[in-house]
């Protein structure tokens, strides 16, 4: 495998990776992005050009990816971890849900798994893109 690149934003923002054709996962995009009121956060589809290329460079299969991802100063973190991280940033009372992580990660993410492996059975897939408002497009990556 060649050396990694560096993606362009990632020292600056932390970067989540979601799936794109996923109804559960664009509402999720929908739920942080009001919510990241200091902007730290960009978003790349997995299944975008650039979305399989960092994940390879950091050895992740996008194709078998059935997971949240969130690339945080250089460091890759998946599942509940990635999703507590995240809830870390936002603004309002969600960092402090937080605290889960001191739950074990087995535990945690045997519940997260459980969502993840059913969301496209309960929630559905999707062909449509994200609906942006004009201040949101320069949060996503391509």
């Known amino acids: 495998m060649s050396e990694r690149q560096p993606l362009r934003d990632e020292q600056t923002y932390s970067i989540i990776f979601y799936d794109g054709v996923c109804s559960f996962c ?11 009121m200091e902007g730290r956060f960009r978003f790349v589809a997995i299944q975008s ?7 390879k460079q950091h050895g992740l299969d996008p194709e078998g990816l059935t997971t949240f991802v969130l690339l945080e100063q250089g460091k890759m973190y998946t599942r509940s971890t990635a999703g507590l991280r995240v809830l870390r940033g936002l603004g309002g009372l969600w960092p402090l849900l937080y605290a889960f992580i001191a739950v074990p ?3 945690r993410d ?4 459980v969502i993840a492996n059913n969301r ?5 897939r999707t062909d449509s893109c994200i609906l942006l408002k004009p201040h949101e497009k320069a949060r996503f990556l391509e």
């Open 26 to 36: 664009q509402r999720v995009v929908q739920f942080i992005l009001p919510r990241d």
């Open 49 to 55: 050009n650039l979305g399989k290329k960092v994940l």
């Open 105 to 107: 990660r087995p535990l």
């Open 110 to 113: 045997a519940v997260y798994r």
């Open 120 to 124: 496209y059975r309960i929630f559905g």
